[in-house]
Nanobody, 116 residues
Framework: QVQLVESGGGLVQAGGSLRLSCAASGSIFSINAMGWYRQASGKQRELVARITSGGSTNYADSVKGRFTISRDNAKNTVYLQMNSLKPEDTRVYYC??????????WGQGTQVTVSS
């Protein structure tokens, strides 16, 4: 059993910042990639940012220069620092973990709401 516990979502004004965290625990084999996705109601889930075990990162064009993903391998935790937030960033954000066997795990989701 694998658990992903997310925290850090909430309500913020446009231009503000939030930091999301996601800690993985349980029967998880060596983590390969960790990432964050987001989803608006009625829309497909989309990649926000991803970081590999080696530290390589990639970002959605819409968040480049504003969001930063990082990870603490010792704690099996991934972070998403979100700056200069915009109303269009309002989504449910999901943590994603892929282990060495390419099994995929998802967090329960955390709401981020940016008011204008």
């Amino acid at each position: 059993q694998v658990q992903l516990v997310e925290s850090g979502g909430g309500l913020v004004q446009a231009g503000g910042s939030l930091r999301l965290s996601c800690a993985a625990s349980g029967s998880i084999f060596s983590i390969n990639a960790m990432g964050w996705y987001r989803q608006a109601s009625g829309k497909q889930r989309e990649l926000v940012a991803r970081i590999t075990s080696g530290g390589s990162t990639n970002y959605a064009d819409s968040v480049k220069g504003r969001f930063t993903i990082s990870r603490d391998n010792a704690k099996n935790t991934v972070y998403l620092q979100m700056n200069s937030l915009k109303p269009e960033d309002t989504r449910v954000y999901y943590c994603n973990v892929v282990d060495r066997y390419y099994d995929v795990y998802w967090g329960q989701g955390t709401q981020v709401t940016v008011s204008s």
